[in-house]
C-alpha cells in the first residue's frame, strides 16, 4: 500500500451517535429557550437575559457559546466603543424551529399526563 491509497478521514465525531450527540446539546435546560427566544429576531445578551428571567449571566453565556459552537446562532461583535454583539439564529438554528414547536407543542399538551403519571408512580413506590 503507498501513500495515494490512503483516504484521510476529513472529521472524527466526537460523540459516534448523531442523535444522541445532537440531543445532549439542544436538551440541556436552557438552550431551547434561548433558540425559542431568538426566534423574533437578534437580540443583545442582556435582552435575551430579559427575556428568559431565571438564567444566570453565567449560564446563558455558555449557552450562548455552544450554540454558537454547534452552528444554531451567530455572534456579531460590533467594533464600538463600548462594543456592542448580537446574536441571531442561524439557519441551521431557524430549521430546527419546526421540530422544536412541535416538541413543545407535544409537551405543552401531555404535560399533565405526565405529572399524573409520575404522582402515580410515586403512590406506588412509596406504599
Not at 5 to 20: A, G, S, T
Not at 46 to 71: C, F, N, P, V
Not at 94 to 100: D, N, Y
Request: hydrophobic fraction near 40%; aromatic fraction near 8%; include cysteine.
Amino acid at each position: 500500500m503507498n501513500q495515494d491509497d490512503l483516504v484521510p478521514i476529513p472529521f472524527v465525531f466526537e460523540q459516534p451517535c448523531p442523535i444522541r450527540d445532537v440531543l445532549d446539546r439542544i436538551g440541556d435546560q436552557w438552550s431551547l429557550l434561548v433558540l425559542q427566544v431568538l426566534e423574533h429576531g437578534t437580540m443583545r445578551f442582556s435582552a435575551i437575559h430579559r427575556a428568559i428571567g431565571d438564567i444566570s449571566k453565567q449560564m446563558l453565556s455558555k449557552t450562548l457559546k455552544h450554540l454558537e459552537e454547534d452552528g444554531f446562532i451567530r455572534r456579531t461583535l460590533y467594533p464600538e466603543v463600548p462594543p456592542r454583539v448580537e446574536y441571531d439564529l442561524t439557519d441551521l438554528g431557524r430549521s430546527f424551529l419546526v421540530p422544536m414547536k412541535q416538541l413543545t407543542l407535544w409537551a405543552d399538551e401531555n404535560h399533565r399526563a405526565i405529572c399524573e403519571a409520575r404522582e402515580k408512580h410515586a403512590d406506588r413506590a412509596g406504599a
